[in-house]
C-alpha cells in the first residue's frame, strides 16, 4: 500500500505541475500542430521557426495522427493554427466538395471559429501510383484502366480509405472492383517495391515517386480537387498573435511544389531532422543535408530520451495507480454477485475491444483536449480488465470454511475482507497489476499521436519516415522498460509474497 500512495502523490504532482504549467503558457504560446506524414512535420517546424523569429513563444505538437484528430485539437483550443489542404477542408471538415475557393471556406469556417489563409505555394494532391513495369506490363497509365484488372491489390492508407474524396468515391467514378487493404503510408512504397502490392496512394509531393520511379496514374475522370496548402486557424490567433501572424503571412506564395519534393526528400531519403531541414529552407540553404544524418545509436541515446522516459513512465504509472484504485473496490463490490460480476466484467471486456485510436478521438471530443489527459484515461481503461478479473479470481480462490471460520470467531465482513482474503487473494491480484502494467507499457506508444510524448513519439516519427533506426530507437527502450518492470514485480513477489517462518524457543 505505501507503493501505491507513492505512486498516487507522484501522479497529483504530475498533474498539478502540467495544469499550472498549461495555465501559465496557454495565453502567450502559439500551438502549432501538425499531421502524421513527413510533409506535415516539416511545415509545423516551417511554421515555428517563422513565428519564433518575431519573437513569440511557440510550442510544436506534430505528428497527431490523422485529420480527424488534428481538427478536434484545433477545435478544442488544444493548437491554434495547423498546415492543411484546400480539399480536405473542403471534403472532410465543412463537408461541401464545392466550395473551392479560400473565400467559400472561410464562409462555412468561420461559424465554427476558424479560418484558412495563407496559401504556401504548392498544390500536394493525391493520386495512385504503381511500379512503371508492372504499369506497362498491364497496359495501365490512368486510373481509369483499374477497372479492368480486377485481382490487383491495393495497398491504400487508413486514411485514404475512410475518406469521402479518397478511395470510396474513387472506386465508385471509375466503378473499379478491387478490395483495398490498409497500409501505413510511410511504409506502402517498401511494400510496393517489393512487389507485395501493385498500387498505393500517394501524395504528389512525395519524393519518393521519383527515386522508385513510379508511374502516377492520371486522374482522366477529375475526381481529387486541388489540395493547396494554406494554414487552418482559430480566428483569435491573428489578435492574439499579431507579430507572429505578420511573420507567417510572409510565407504566402514562397514553397514552391519543387522546393517542397526536395525538402521531403531531405527527410526521407537522407535522414536530415524535421527543424534542420525548416532552418535550411528559411535561410535558402539545401545543402549539407548529409552531415545531419544520424546513426541507430545517437538516436538511441539522444538528447530527447530523459524527457520520452519520464513522459512514458508517469503515464505507465498514473494510469496503473488509478486502473488499482477503481479496479479493485470495484472488484471486491461485485465479486460475491455472480450476475453483477459477469456484467461489469464483461463491459470492462468490451473496453478492451475498442480501437486505441478510435477511443482516443472519442476521449479528444468528450474531454476537448489532446495530450496526457485522454491518453491517461485510455490507458486506465485498458488496465482495468486484468486487475478487476484478477481481483474476484483470487478471492474466489479463498477457502470459504476460513471465511466461515473467521466470522464463527466474531469477524465481521470488512475484517474478514481485510484480515483474511485480501491477503489470500495478494498473489493473484499482484498478477493482474503485472499484466496491466505490461500492457500499459506497450500501450503509452499511442500516446504520441495526441501529443503526449513517451517513447511513441520515435515510433510514431519513424512510421512516417519509414526509418527503422527511429522505429528501433522507440520501441527499444519501451521493451526495456517492460523488462525492469517485470523484474520489479518478481522482486516485490518474493520479498512480499515468500513464506513467512515462525521461530520456535
Known sequence: MLILRIVVALLALWLAS???HSQTQAQDT????????????????????????????VEVKAGLGNTAIVYEALRSGSIDVYPEYSGTIATEIVKDPGAGTLAALREKLQPLGLGVDIRLGFNNGYALAMRDDV???????KLS???????????????????????????????????????DHGL?????????????????????????????????????????????????VPVRFPKAWAAL??????????????????????????????????????????????????KLFGPDLLRLTWQHLSLVLASVALAVLLGVPLAL?????????????????????????????VLISFMGRIGAGPALVALTLYALLPIMRNT??????????????????????????????????????????????????GTATIAAFIGAGGYGERIVTGLALNDRDLLLAGALPAAALALVFEGLFGLLGWFWLKPKTIALK
Open 18 to 20: 502540467g495544469n499550472v
Open 30 to 57: 502559439l500551438h502549432i500542430g501538425g499531421k502524421r506524414f513527413t510533409e506535415a512535420y516539416i511545415l509545423a517546424e516551417v511554421l515555428a521557426q517563422t513565428a519564433r523569429a518575431s519573437g513569440t513563444p
Open 135 to 141: 504499369a506497362a506490363r498491364l497496359g495501365i497509365s
Open 145 to 183: 484502366d483499374l477497372a479492368r484488372h480486377p485481382l490487383l491489390r491495393m495497398g491504400l492508407s487508413n486514411e485514404f480509405i475512410g475518406r469521402a474524396d479518397g478511395w470510396p468515391g474513387l472506386a465508385q467514378r471509375y466503378q473499379m472492383p478491387q478490395r483495398p487493404q490498409g497500409l
Open 188 to 236: 506502402a512504397y517498401d511494400a510496393l517495391a517489393a512487389g507485395q502490392v501493385d498500387a498505393i496512394d500517394i501524395y504528389t509531393t512525395d519524393a519518393k515517386i521519383a527515386q522508385l520511379k513510379l508511374r502516377v496514374l492520371q486522374d482522366d475522370a477529375q475526381h481529387f480537387p486541388r489540395y493547396d496548402a494554406v494554414l487552418l486557424y482559430r480566428l483569435d
Open 249 to 298: 503571412q510572409a510565407l504566402q506564395g514562397r514553397i514552391t511544389e519543387p522546393a517542397m519534393i526536395a525538402m521531403n526528400a531531405r527527410a526521407e531519403l537522407e535522414r536530415a531532422p524535421f527543424e534542420v531541414i525548416a532552418r535550411d529552407y528559411l535561410a535558402g540553404n539545401s545543402a549539407n543535408a548529409a552531415s545531419a544524418t544520424k546513426s541507430f545509436w545517437p
Open 333 to 361: 463490490a461485485v465479486a460475491r454477485q455472480p450476475r453483477l460480476r459477469a456484467l461489469v466484467l464483461g463491459a470492462t471486456g468490451v473496453l478492451q475491444t475498442v480501437p486505441s485510436l478510435a477511443l482516443l478521438a
Open 392 to 441: 474476484c479470481t483470487g478471492l474466489a480462490e479463498v477457502p470459504r470454511g476460513l471465511v466461515l471460520a473467521a466470522q464463527a470467531l466474531g469477524f465481521n465482513r470488512w475484517q474478514c475482507l481485510w484480515l483474511i482474503e485480501l491477503p489470500l487473494a495478494r498473489p493473484v491480484l499482484l498478477a493482474g497489476v503485472r499484466t496491466a502494467t505490461t500492457i500499459a507499457v
